[in-house]
Structure formats: structure tokens, C-alpha cells
């Protein structure tokens, strides 16, 4: 008896087929498309460090005392996350802000403002 059940199941459940496998693509370096912007990041304060990466690709911002960057950044298009770690220069308590602003071609304009009361260390997603 219970040997029919068994075989009444096999049978009622598609016995013993195999469901067929699909690959999934997987995202490597060689084709990962990324989105080319021109990046602008306003600070509020003078810094000792400022950093801005996308996926694998940084921004390397030249110093200056303006408190004015700018720079160029290939945004991961996949996952459109922009990471900002700024270092105040003076440790001293007070709110302080980066804006940064990011121009892709056939894209909007995207603005963010990160403010914190100490150093910022913070990420923002990206609408495209």
C-alpha cells in the first residue's frame, strides 16, 4: 500500500522530471555598464579629507581652500549609489553640510545635502 501511494505521488507531482536550469548572467568588471557624470561637492567648512566613490570608481578631488570640487565619476548603473566621507578640519561641534550635485548625460539634475554634527560618512541612492 504504501509502495501505490508512493508511485500515485510521483506520478500525481510530475515524477521525477527535472526542472531545467537557467544561468543568470553575473555582472563582472569587463561588463558592467556605468553611467559617466560630472560630479560638484560644496563644503560647508574646510576639510582635511574628502572622498566620493561609486562601486569600484573614486573621485580624486585636487585640494583647495575654496571648499569648492569638482570632478568626474562613472556611476555604477546597476547599483547607482554615491558614497561621501568628508573630515572636518576644526573638531569643533556645530552642524555642517556637503552638498553635492550630479550631472549624467540624459539625466536629471541630482542634488543631495549631507549635514552632520562631526564628520560625514554617508551614501545616497541615485534615481537612475
Known amino acids: 500500500m504504501i509502495v501505490a501511494s508512493g508511485i500515485f505521488f510521483m506520478r500525481l507531482t510530475g515524477g521525477g522530471t527535472r526542472a531545467e536550469v537557467i544561468p543568470v548572467p553575473v ?6 555598464e556605468t553611467v559617466p557624470a560630472k560630479v560638484f561637492v560644496t563644503l560647508s567648512s574646510p576639510a582635511t579629507g574628502l572622498g566620493l566613490e ?4 573614486a573621485v580624486d578631488f585636487p585640494p583647495n581652500s575654496s571648499g569648492n ?7 555604477d ?14 573638531k569643533e561641534a556645530g552642524n555642517r553640510f556637503a ?27 541615485l534615481p537612475f
Open 69 to 75: 570640487y569638482s570632478g568626474e565619476l562613472a556611476i
Open 99 to 125: 552638498k553635492l550635485v550630479v550631472e549624467a548625460p540624459g539625466q536629471e539634475t541630482f542634488t543631495h545635502i549631507f549635514d552632520a554634527t562631526g564628520d560625514i560618512d554617508d551614501f545616497v541612492e
Open 54 to 57: 561609486s562601486g569600484n570608481a
Open 27 to 32: 555582472a563582472t568588471e569587463a561588463n558592467r
Open 77 to 90: 548603473a546597476g547599483s547607482p549609489v554615491v558614497f561621501l566621507n568628508v573630515v572636518w578640519q576644526e
